[in-house]
C-alpha cells in the first residue's frame, strides 16, 4: 500500500494522520483560507468547538467515509476481474503499474492546480470524472469481456485519483482550521479504517455472487455520493498567491520538491518511501493471487481475508497518536516500518488462510502508522499556500518506483512463486528501517523546528 491510502499509503483511503503535536505557532503565510465562503461562515473560529458539532466537518467525514467503502470494494473487484478475463498474475502487474504511471504522471500537475483553483469544485470534479469512468466497466461487461476498456480507464481514474488525493489533504486545514487538523484526520482515517474492513467482505460476496464487474459498479456509486457530500459542504474560499512578475512557470511546478528537498527529514522520508513503493504498491494483487491460486480460495474468502487483514489498519489508525507522543516521530516510523518488513516475509512462509490474514493485519498497521506520522509531518510544517504543490510533488516523487515494482513483483510471483517474492520485498522493507536509523528521519520532535524552508511561491 502507498504511504497514504487514500493518503500516504497505497491506496488505504485518503488517509489523513490522527492527532499529533501542533507545529510552532506561526504568522499565517500568503494563501492561507480566508475571504468570502462557500455559504455562511462557521460562525465561530477554527477550534471553538467540537468536531462532534460542527456540520461542516460532519458532512464531509460521512461522504468521504462512504466513499472509502466503495474504494474498498474496487480493491478487491479490480485485481479479481483482470484474473477472470485474463487468468495472468502478470497481467495484474501490469495493469496496476500502468495505472501507476498515470498517477504518477498527474502528480506532476496536480500540485500547480490545487493551489491556484477552488478546491471544493475540483473535489467535486474529480468524484463525478471517476463515477462515470467506473460505470464505463460494468456497463462494457454486459456485452462481454473487454480487456483493453481496462487498460483505457484505470489509468485514467488513477490519474484523476491522485488529483483527488491531493486536493483532499490540502483541503482539511481549510475545512476545520490549523489547530483541529490532525483531529480532524484522525477521525478521517480511523472510520475510513473502519469501512476498509467491511468493505472487502461485501466486495468478495458481491463478486462470487453477480461477479467482479458489479462490485466496481458498486464502487463507481460510492464517488457519486461523495460528490454529492462535498457539494453540500462550506469550505472557505482561498485567494491564490498571483505569480510574481517574472516568475517561469518550471519554478512555480517545482515549488513543492524544492520544499521536500530543503527539509532535511522530508528529503530522506520522500527517498525512503519511493523505494518502499517500490517494494509494495503490488502487494495486494500477489496476496489475492496467493488465496486464488496457491491455496485455491474463492472470491469470497479473498474478500473476508483482506476485510479482516483491514483491522490492522484501522488499529494502527487509533494507536499512531498515542505512539507518537511516547516513543517520537522518528522511532515510531521506523519501528513501523522494521514490523511491517517481518510480517511480509510472514506472508510468504503462511500456509493457511488465518496465517496470511493475520500477517496482513499487521503488516497493514504498521503502514498506517509509518504513512499516518509522515503525512502528518509534512502537513505540520509546510505553508498553506505551498501545500498542494508539496503534497503532489511527494506522491509524484514517491510514486515513480511504484509502476516499474508492481510490475517486477507480478513477474517475479509468475516466475518464482509467491512465497520468493514476500520474502525478498520484507527484507528490502527491512534493510530500509535499517537505513533510516543514520538519518535525520531518526529525530523524535522534527516537527519542533517549526516550518520548514517556504521555497518559491
Known amino acids: 500500500m502507498t504511504e497514504d491510502a487514500r493518503t500516504d499509503q497505497p491506496s488505504p483511503p485518503?488517509?489523513?494522520?490522527?492527532?499529533?503535536?501542533?507545529?510552532?505557532?506561526?504568522?499565517?503565510?500568503?494563501?492561507?483560507?480566508?475571504?468570502?465562503?462557500?455559504?455562511?461562515?462557521?460562525?465561530?473560529?477554527?477550534?471553538?468547538?467540537?468536531?462532534?458539532?460542527?456540520?461542516?466537518?460532519?458532512?464531509?467525514?460521512?461522504?468521504?467515509t462512504l466513499s472509502v467503502a466503495g474504494d474498498s470494494f474496487a480493491l478487491i473487484a479490480v485485481p479479481l476481474l483482470i484474473l477472470e478475463a485474463t487468468g495472468s498474475v502478470a497481467q495484474m502487474g501490469l495493469l496496476t503499474g500502468v495505472s501507476g504511471a498515470a498517477s504518477v504522471t498527474a502528480g506532476i500537475f496536480a500540485g500547480v492546480l490545487v493551489d491556484r483553483f477552488d478546491r471544493r469544485k475540483l473535489l467535486i470534479v474529480c468524484d463525478l470524472l471517476r463515477f462515470v469512468l467506473y460505470a464505463l466497466?460494468?456497463?462494457?461487461?454486459?456485452?462481454?469481456?473487454?480487456?483493453?476498456?481496462?487498460?483505457?480507464?484505470?489509468?485514467?481514474?488513477a490519474a484523476v485519483g491522485m488529483l483527488f488525493q491531493v486536493t483532499y489533504v490540502s483541503t482539511v486545514r481549510s475545512l476545520v482550521g490549523e489547530e483541529r487538523v490532525t483531529e480532524a484526520n484522525g477521525r478521517l482515517y480511523g472510520t475510513a479504517a473502519a469501512a476498509g474492513v467491511l468493505g472487502p467482505m461485501l466486495a468478495g460476496v458481491v463478486a462470487g455472487q453477480w461477479g467482479a464487474s458489479a462490485a466496481i459498479a458498486v464502487n463507481a456509486v460510492s464517488f457519486a455520493v461523495s460528490a454529492a457530500g462535498v457539494y453540500l459542504v462550506r469550505i472557505a474560499r482561498r485567494t491564490p498567491v498571483p505569480r510574481e512578475p517574472g516568475e517561469r512557470s518550471w519554478r512555480e511546478l517545482v515549488a513543492g520538491a524544492v520544499f521536500l528537498w530543503r527539509h532535511p527529514v522530508l528529503r530522506m522520508l520522500t527517498v525512503l518511501l519511493s523505494f518502499f513503493i517500490f517494494l509494495t504498491l503490488g502487494l495486494t494483487d500477489i496476496v489475492i493471487f496467493r488465496l486464488k491460486h496457491?491455496?485455491?480460495?474463492?472470491?469470497?474468502?479473498?474478500?473476508?481475508?483482506?476485510?479482516?487483514?483491514?483491522?490492522?489498519?484501522?488499529?494502527?489508525?487509533?494507536?499512531?497518536?498515542?505512539?507518537?507522543?511516547?516513543?517520537?516521530?522518528?522511532?515510531?516510523?521506523?519501528?513501523?516500518?522494521?514490523?511491517?518488513?517481518?510480517?511480509?516475509?510472514?506472508?510468504?512462509?503462511?500456509?493457511?488462510?488465518?496465517?496470511?490474514?493475520?500477517?496482513?493485519?499487521?503488516?497493514?498497521a504498521c503502514v498506517s502508522v509509518a504513512g499516518i506520522c509522515s503525512m502528518s509531518l509534512r502537513q505540520q510544517v509546510t505553508p498553506d499556500h505551498l501545500l498542494g504543490r508539496v503534497t503532489s510533488a511527494f506522491w509524484t516523487i514517491h510514486f515513480s518506483l511504484g509502476p516499474v515494482g508492481a510490475a517486477a513483483l507480478g513477474w517475479g510471483a509468475a516466475r518464482f512463486g509467491t512465497g520468493p517474492v514476500f520474502v525478498?520485498?520484507?527484507?528490502?522493507?527491512?534493510?530500509?528501517?535499517?537505513?533510516?536509523?543514520?538519518?535525520?528521519?531518526?529525530r523524535r520532535h522534527p516537527e519542533a523546528a517549526g516550518p520548514g524552508v517556504s521555497g518559491p511561491r
Open 14 to 64: 485518503p488517509a489523513a494522520p490522527p492527532p499529533a503535536p501542533p507545529a510552532t505557532p506561526q504568522a499565517s503565510p500568503p494563501g492561507e483560507p480566508h475571504g468570502e465562503p462557500h455559504g455562511e461562515p462557521h460562525g465561530e473560529p477554527h477550534g471553538g468547538r467540537s468536531l462532534w458539532r460542527d456540520r461542516n466537518f460532519l458532512t464531509f467525514w460521512t461522504a468521504q
Open 137 to 157: 466497466i460494468p456497463l462494457a461487461w454486459l456485452t462481454g469481456v473487454h480487456v483493453w476498456l481496462l487498460y483505457a480507464v484505470l489509468p485514467l481514474a
Open 294 to 364: 496457491d491455496l485455491g480460495q474463492s472470491d469470497t474468502v479473498v474478500g473476508g481475508v483482506l476485510g479482516a487483514a483491514a483491522v490492522g489498519t484501522m488499529t494502527g489508525s487509533f494507536l499512531v497518536a498515542r505512539v507518537r507522543r511516547l516513543a517520537g516521530f522518528g522511532p515510531a516510523w521506523i519501528g513501523a516500518q522494521a514490523v511491517g518488513g517481518v510480517a511480509i516475509v510472514s506472508i510468504g512462509f503462511a500456509d493457511g488462510v488465518a496465517g496470511v490474514a493475520v500477517a496482513m493485519a499487521c503488516y497493514l
Open 424 to 442: 525478498f520485498a520484507g527484507c528490502c522493507c527491512l534493510l530500509l528501517a535499517a537505513v533510516a536509523v543514520f538519518t535525520p528521519v531518526r
